[in-house]
């Protein structure tokens, strides 16, 4: 169910739905926001792999001071800013989506597009009608515009994206990279958690990212978004095309 944020100004009575007014006035300027001493998130926007059309994109991350303002809409040569997320989408109108922090907590609202911004499903506003302000909680999923012509070209597809709020850098790194382990001198064999059956020896398998380990042919699915990977497991997002120029010193320091 989605939560409205708390306006701070009085509302006006009005029978159309999603009339309700938006804080933008109440927003502080960006300026001296770390010489304030305000609250710090870090947001993480990975893609939400629901189709084999999913859009895949860059993984994008912020260290989000509260009350700033960060503008989300189609990708331009004209306006790249820190403050500024955007996506090569036709279907995402330049100025479709605001995003911000308050009291720590993030929240978002349309900003009169024309082919809508989704929470969790469901539609913000109508068509060019600014939206009110949606409380955001960890692992919501956001939409921006639907599929044009069934989303077979790239360029035309929805944009389609999952929150990871405040977390830890690849919490799963402790999970084992091996199918077998050692405990108490017995052997544990580990199973894939797609079929079910053993990870044997001689077998060809999966490391994910997170450490989770899968049979490649029960994987092989899951890698239809390639580069994007979502574990099963974790639902930890990875780039499988992220370089792998690591020394064997850093691992092992």
């Not at 708390?6 to 938006?22: E, G, H, V």
């Not at 989408?89 to 100025?95: I, N």
């Amino acid at each position: 169910m989605l939560t409205a944020a708390t306006l701070t100004a009085p509302t006006s009575s009005s029978s159309r739905p999603f009339s309700a007014p938006s804080e933008t006035t109440n927003i502080p300027d960006n300026s001296n926001l770390q010489e304030n001493g305000k609250l710090t998130s870090h947001l993480r926007i990975v893609p939400h792999l629901d189709t084999s059309r999913s859009l895949v994109f860059t993984v994008i991350e912020r260290d989000v001071t509260d009350g700033t303002l960060l503008k989300i809409g189609r990708f331009t040569d004209k306006y790249a800013s820190p403050t500024r997320i955007t996506f090569k989408s036709k279907v995402v109108s330049r100025g479709h989506a605001e995003l911000w922090t308050k009291n720590g907590k993030f929240y978002i609202r349309d900003t009169k597009s024309s082919s809508g911004t989704f929470l969790n499903h469901v539609r913000l506003s109508p068509p060019n009608q600014e939206s009110r302000p949606f409380l955001l909680n960890d692992g919501d999923v956001i939409q921006l515009g639907v599929d044009y012509q069934g989303g077979t070209e790239e360029i035309y597809r929805s944009v389609k994206m999952r929150l990871e709020i405040n977390h830890s850098a690849m919490g799963c790194r402790d999970s084992n990279f091996s199918g077998i382990k050692e405990e108490d001198e017995d052997i544990h064999v580990e199973e894939c958690c797609i079929c079910l059956y053993a990870l044997a020896p001689l077998q060809s398998l999966f490391v994910a990212p997170c450490s989770h380990t899968f049979h490649y042919k029960c994987a092989r699915p899951l890698l239809m978004n390639h580069p994007g990977f979502l574990c099963p497991l974790c639902r930890s997002y990875a780039d499988l095309d992220a370089s792998v120029a690591i020394e064997a010193s850093e691992v092992s320091g």
